[in-house]
């Protein structure tokens, strides 16, 4: 029942796109007169900050269909191919930050945590996006973080911390390859960063025939093939939960491949940014919403790699955060229906229910719960809180009620699941290093430039 209902959401949310103007067409005529090869003519990476393997099996249990006896498969089980090690540089120990590990992702280096696109010796290591670029390919990327962010980041910039938010934004416009910006299309969110008093890279982008676009609307109405850079916050996107669109990400996804696609081919960057925001707080309600955000992308990229077998996909997450547990307490339960109706996020539902005359009353209506008096009296309680306190008391809520379990606010360094489909994607199978992936793309891409 659940299942049905959020299949339907994607396909109802996939028209309005297609209606919206993406020139993906599915024509199985097209499917059968390019044969698969194995050296990809695009490559798109797809990160999913945070989302260790707990995450993807909480996600199967989410999206289950209680009325059948078995526990169906989801996008992310029909493309497993193995597992990555995520540690960072001998410096930084075994747990590593999204920094070090874009840097591991995007160069093929292990560096120190919080290291964007530089080594242990903060020397400057290029990306497979530079090295793409290098090629005479095209390069996007779409997330749903600020696009400074430490895993875009590390694809464009170079810089001894992530906190520089300033001047990896000013790397964006000024590092150059084949005398242009790293990236051709870049969606997320970040205008604060691109527009400040002491310089416009804004106004520098645009200059430079770059298509600005602050809506999701109006990157509908940008013709096929532009440079663009779409800011859609000031900051983050909002979470998923929270956002007018509920497939923002393919939403991005789709669009940047409209802009990309070209003879030459390309490299897509793309990051769901925020299941791992959703660790770091443990909220369970957005980390699951965040996780169907991205389902959404991986079901939309297949169907585009079945038209377009030139392609190669690659998924994987840079660490697990906020050790998810699915059952808690020696209690052998975990109840996941009980995030199917929520209509704002914990955080959103907390930072609103102050303003309620009845706000338990509120607060489950939001929640999409019908609830005893005894947990609308809780609820109630909180209400006069500051709001951390109201929000870890939702949180902690929807904890007891699915009985999910945590065990940090930071990250853990358990191995990750690497996933891939589509041209070469058999190079990643296997127990590998995060700094394997880089290194395999680099290879493809040599060997994708040698066809041409
Ligand atoms: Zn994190």
């Known amino acids: 029942m659940v299942k049905h209902v959020l299949r339907a959401s994607l396909v109802s949310s996939l028209s309005v796109a297609f209606m919206a103007g993406c020139t993906v067409t599915k024509s199985v005529n097209n499917a059968q007169q390019v044969a698969p090869t194995n050296t990809p003519k695009n490559i798109i990476m797809v990160v999913a900050d945070g989302m260790g393997p707990a995450y993807t099996t909480a ?127 870049m969606l997320g969110g970040g205008t604060v960063y691109f527009k400040r008093e002491d310089r416009s890279l804004l106004s520098q982008f645009v200059n430079e025939g770059y298509e600005y676009v602050d809506s999701y609307e109006g990157l509908s109405s940008i013709p096929a093939g532009s440079d663009v850079i779409g800011l859609f916050a000031p900051v983050a996107l909002p979470a998923v939960l929270d956002d007018n669109r509920k497939d923002r990400l393919a939403y991005l996804t789709k669009h940047a491949i409209k802009h990309l696609e070209n003879d030459k081919g390309y490299f897509l960057l793309v990051e769901a940014s925020q299941i791992d925001w959703a660790g770091h707080a443990n909220d369970v309600g957005s980390a699951m919403a965040e996780m169907h955000d991205l389902a959404q992308t991986m079901e939309y990229l297949r169907e585009y790699v079945d038209t377009h077998p030139d392609t190669l996909v690659v998924l994987t997450a840079d660490h697990s955060t906020g050790g998810l547990a699915i059952g808690a307490g020696g209690d052998y339960r975990w109840s996941p229906e009980y995030l199917h109706n929520m209509s704002a996020s914990a955080r959103t539902i907390a930072a609103t229910m102050v303003d309620e005359d009845m706000p338990g009353e509120y607060a489950a209506k939001q929640l999409g719960l019908s609830l005893t008096s005894e947990e609308l009296a809780m609820l109630d309680s909180v209400s006069n809180q500051d709001e951390e306190t109201r929000y870890a008391a939702v949180k902690t809520f929807l904890d007891i009620k699915t009985n999910t379990g945590w065990t940090t606010t930071g990250h853990t360094g358990v191995d990750v699941e690497v996933f891939a489909f589509g041209a070469g994607a058999t190079s990643f199978s296997g127990q590998i290093d995060n700094t394997d992936i880089a290194k395999t793309i680099f290879t493809l891409l040599d060997s994708s430039a040698l066809n041409k």
């Open 59 to 185: 996600y199967r249990n989410y999206v289950d269909n209680a009325a059948t006896p078995e526990i169906e498969s989801v996008v992310f089980d029909d493309i497993l191919l193995g597992n990555a090690s995520t540690y960072p540089a001998k410096v930084s120990g075994y747990v590593t930050d999204s920094a070090a590990a874009a840097t591991a992702l995007a160069a093929g280096v292990k560096s120190y945590n919080g290291a964007i696109g530089v080594d242990v010796d903060k020397k400057p290591v290029n990306s497979v996006m530079h090295y793409a670029k290098t090629k005479g390919m095209r390069t996007g990327l779409a997330v749903t973080s600020q696009i400074v962010h430490a895993t875009p980041a590390s694809y464009i910039a170079h810089n001894e911390s992530r906190k520089n938010y300033n001047e990896i934004a000013d790397d964006f416009f000024d590092i150059r390859v084949n005398g242009e910006p790293v990236a051709d299309v």
